[in-house]
């Protein structure tokens, strides 16, 4: 079992910055990848980023260059440093991680962006 705590959600304006945090617990060494996900109201969860046990990352051609991924081994943490934020940024997002090929997903935290 993984459990994922998300925190750094907030209100911001349009063109400013947030991060996220994700701490892993539980069966950490299983963990193979981990990412974030976001869900707009009245929307589907979509990809946004992920990063795997190797350092490999991947993300939405939406947020290119204006987020980005990183991991604390150490600390078993994974951020999501969000840059130039815009209003198509609202939305919950949740933090993933998959383990012996099982998804493992936070609470969610809100990421509301005004314009």
């Known amino acids: 079992q993984v459990q994922l705590v998300e925190s750094g959600g907030g209100l911001v304006q349009a063109g400013g910055s947030l991060r996220l945090s994700c701490a892993a617990s539980?069966?950490?060494?299983?963990?193979?990848?981990m990412g974030w996900y976001r869900q707009a109201p009245g929307k589907q969860r979509k990809l946004v980023t992920t990063?795997?046990?190797?350092?490999?990352?991947n993300y939405a051609d939406s947020v290119k260059g204006r987020f980005t991924i990183s991991r604390d081994n150490a600390k078993n943490t994974v951020y999501l440093q969000m840059n130039s934020l815009e209003p198509e940024d609202n939305a919950v997002y949740y933090c993933?991680?998959?383990?012996?090929?099982?998804?493992?997903w936070g609470q969610g935290t809100q990421v509301t962006v005004s314009s």
């Open positions: 539980g069966s950490i060494f299983s963990i193979n990848v």
């Open positions: 993933m991680a998959i383990a012996t090929m099982r998804n493992y």
């Open positions: 990063i795997t046990s190797r350092g490999i990352t």
